[in-house]
Each structure stands twice: as C-alpha cells, then as structure tokens.
C-alpha cells in the first residue's frame, strides 16, 4: 500500500494545497491553466514517488510498466478529468457544486486505486506512517476547506471563506486532529478546552463562523484524528 498512499498524499497535495485561487481561475478560462496544474501533479508525484518511480508496477504479458508510465498516465487521466469538469461548467451543463467537486474527486481517487499496484504478501490497508499522518494533515486543513465551503455555497450561499476566517479554521482544525496523534490519553482533557474555546470564540462573534462550519470542522477533525491514531499507533 505505499504506492497508493503517496499517490493520495501527490493528489491531494496538488489538487488542495498547492491550487492556489490564481490556478483554479486560469484552469476555468483556458486550457494552459489545466496543463500547469497537471504538470504540478506530475512534478509533486514524481518527488514523493521517487523511491518507486523505476520499479515495476504491473506487468502486462511480457510488458513491464514501470512508476514512470504509470504516473504520466495517472497525471493524463487527472488533465481529462479536470478539463472535462471545466467544460461542463463553463458550458453550463452542471453548476459547479457539491456534487460535481465530490464526483470529481472520486474520479481521482478511482483511477488512484486502480492504477496502485498492491502487495498480496501484505494486504494491510495502512502504508507507512508518515506518509499516512501527511495524508490526514492534509485532508483535515486544506481538503476539508473547500468541502465546507462548498457546502456552505450550496446551502447558505456563502461566498468562498475570507483569509482570516480561512486560516483560522485550518489552525483550529490541525490542532483538534493532532491531540489524537499524543501518546496516553492525558490530552483528551486539553482537546476539550480546546473545542471550547472555539466554541467560544464562536459565541462571542470574535469571528464570524457559520454553525455548519463550527460543527462540520469538529466532526472531520475528530474522525480524521480517530483515524490517524489507528494508524500510528497499531
């Protein structure tokens, strides 16, 4: 499962963390704006696959498809992907919604898992730590921001989260889900003054914060932090 889950951290990396606002607007008015972010991908995948990159993926008859194929292939499929979400919007045959980012990103995560060769000497699920806690770092900060604000821009029709507000969330986020990373259990008592001082901070309007926001940011960074516990610590 090492291949897979660097491929998640590469996609995930890519296509939250390292889009900037300045990508995702040239990516909806031209195609070079999908190429520069699917060479990004390419690049980021490329790094964190390295120690994989020349070995062997799969092998098909007597053809040998090594990590270098197989990561321009995925990088291929990402850009068919992602230029045909972007002609549907632009065409406006499916508005830019929740359920268009929760398919696109399935899509992704499809072509990840079919495309990752896996060991059937060892068919845990779980690849190797670090790249596993990365993994959840990054679904708990940047990942789950554009979620929530999608669903924010779906139900309350919310405009994308100032940088403040933006920040913010992501701070509190990282600092819920990393109590469960600690050894023992002293820290569940920390974790609860912690959520109380959001709550607080939310009571008090020091920063405007939707409940939809306050509580969703909760529930995703304690489950991702539940999570991340199993896998670092069994």
């Given at each position: 499962m090492e291949i897979f889950w660097r491929l998640v951290l590469?996609?995930?990396?890519?296509?939250?963390?390292?889009?900037?606002?300045?990508?995702?607007?040239i990516k909806r008015s031209s195609v070079k704006g999908v190429i520069i972010h699917v060479f990004i991908h390419l690049i980021v995948t490329s790094l964190i696959l390295m120690p994989y990159i020349e070995s062997t993926w799969f092998r098909i008859g007597g053809l040998k498809l090594n990590g270098y194929f197989m990561i321009f292939l995925?990088?291929?499929?990402?850009?068919?992907?992602d230029q045909l979400r972007v002609y549907i919007i632009n065409k406006r045959?499916?508005?830019d919604n929740t359920i268009s980012f929760l398919l696109d990103q399935f899509l992704h995560?499809?072509?990840?898992?079919?495309?990752?060769?896996?060991?059937?000497i060892n068919p845990s699920f779980r690849g190797e730590k670090?790249?596993?806690?990365?993994?959840?770092?990054?679904?708990?900060?940047?990942?789950?921001?554009?979620?929530?604000?999608?669903?924010?821009?779906d139900l309350k029709g919310l405009p994308f989260p100032g940088f403040d507000q933006k920040y913010l969330m992501i701070f509190e986020r990282i600092v819920i889900w990393a109590f469960f990373i600690m050894s023992g259990w002293w820290w569940i008592l920390f974790l609860v003054l912690w959520i109380f001082q959001l709550y607080y901070?939310?009571?008090?309007?020091?920063?405007?914060?939707?409940?939809?926001?306050f509580y969703l940011s909760i529930i995703i960074a304690v489950v991702f932090g539940l999570i991340t516990r199993y896998c670092y610590y069994l």
């Open positions: 590469s996609h995930l990396l890519s296509d939250f963390t390292l889009q900037t606002n300045w990508i995702n607007q995925i990088c291929l499929i990402h850009f068919s992907i045959i499916y508005n995560f499809y072509f990840i898992y079919i495309f990752s060769p896996f060991n059937d670090i790249i596993m806690v990365l993994t959840f770092l990054v679904l708990v900060s940047h990942t789950t921001t554009i979620f929530i604000y999608y669903l924010e821009k901070i939310k009571s008090k309007k020091i920063l405007d914060i939707s409940d939809l926001n």
